[in-house]
C-alpha cells in the first residue's frame, strides 16, 4: 500500500507556534512601552494643568492695584505650591501625582506685571527607575523629569 505524501499543511504545523514563541516577547515589550508613554503624558498633563491653574490663582492674588507692580509673598508661594500640589490652597488632601512636594513649586515675580509658577516632577515608570542590564553594563536610568511653566500677566 502506497503511503500519502504529506500536504504543506502537515509539513508546517509547528511554525506558527515557534513565529509566535520568538515575537511575544516583542509584542509584549511594545505595549508596555505604550502604556509607559500614556501614563507619563497623562502624568505630564496633571502637572501642567495644576501648573496652570496655581499661575491663574498667582495672578489674581498678587497684583499691587493698578501699578503693575506684582509682589508675592511667602503666604502667596505657600498657597500656590499647596494649589499645584494637592489642588487645594489649604493644602489639605493627597497630592495630584505621586511624590510630588510644595517644594518643587517655585512662584516667581516674571517682571513687566507678570507672574511665573513652574513645578519639577519626576516622573517614574511603573517598572521601577532604572532598567538592569544584566551584568552588560550600567543600569539605563528610567525616571524622566517633567517640568511645567506658566506665566500670566497679574490682574
Same mark, same amino acid.
Given at each position: 500500500?502506497?503511503?500519502?505524501?504529506?500536504?504543506?499543511?502537515?509539513?508546517?504545523?509547528?511554525?506558527?507556534?515557534?513565529?509566535?514563541?520568538?515575537?511575544?516577547?516583542?509584542?509584549?515589550?511594545?505595549?508596555?512601552?505604550?502604556?509607559?508613554?500614556?501614563?507619563?503624558?497623562?502624568?505630564?498633563?496633571?502637572?501642567?494643568?495644576?501648573?496652570?491653574?496655581?499661575?491663574?490663582?498667582?495672578?489674581?492674588?498678587?497684583?499691587?492695584?493698578?501699578?503693575?507692580?506684582?509682589?508675592?509673598?511667602?503666604?502667596?508661594? $505657600? @498657597?500656590?505650591? =499647596?494649589?499645584? &500640589?494637592?489642588?487645594?490652597?489649604?493644602? /489639605?488632601?493627597? #497630592?495630584? *501625582?505621586?511624590?510630588?512636594?510644595?517644594?518643587?513649586?517655585?512662584? $516667581? @515675580?516674571?517682571? =513687566?506685571?507678570? &507672574?511665573?509658577?513652574?513645578?519639577?516632577? /519626576?516622573?517614574? #515608570?511603573? *517598572?521601577?527607575?532604572?532598567?538592569?542590564?544584566?551584568?552588560?553594563?550600567?543600569?539605563?536610568?528610567?525616571?524622566?523629569?517633567?517640568?511645567?511653566?506658566?506665566?500670566?500677566?497679574?490682574?
Amino acid at each position: 500500500m502506497a503511503r500519502a505524501r504529506p500536504t504543506a499543511h502537515r509539513r508546517q504545523g509547528g511554525t506558527a507556534t515557534v513565529e509566535m514563541a520568538i515575537m511575544l516577547p516583542v509584542l509584549m515589550l511594545m505595549l508596555l512601552a505604550v502604556a509607559e508613554f500614556g501614563r507619563m503624558i497623562s502624568q505630564y498633563d496633571t502637572l501642567t494643568k495644576a501648573v496652570r491653574d496655581g499661575a491663574r490663582y498667582a495672578a489674581s492674588v498678587s497684583a499691587l492695584g493698578s501699578t503693575g507692580l506684582v509682589s508675592i509673598t511667602s503666604t502667596i508661594q $505657600t @498657597d500656590v505650591a =499647596n494649589l499645584v &500640589v494637592t489642588g487645594d490652597i489649604g493644602g /489639605t488632601g493627597t #497630592p495630584l *501625582l505621586p511624590g510630588l512636594t510644595d517644594s518643587d513649586v517655585t512662584v $516667581t @515675580d516674571a517682571g =513687566n506685571g507678570y &507672574v511665573s509658577v513652574t513645578a519639577t516632577y /519626576t516622573y517614574e #515608570p511603573m *517598572l521601577g527607575p532604572s532598567l538592569p542590564t544584566f551584568g552588560l553594563g550600567p543600569s539605563v536610568p528610567l525616571d524622566v523629569p517633567l517640568t511645567a511653566t506658566t506665566v500670566m500677566r497679574a490682574l
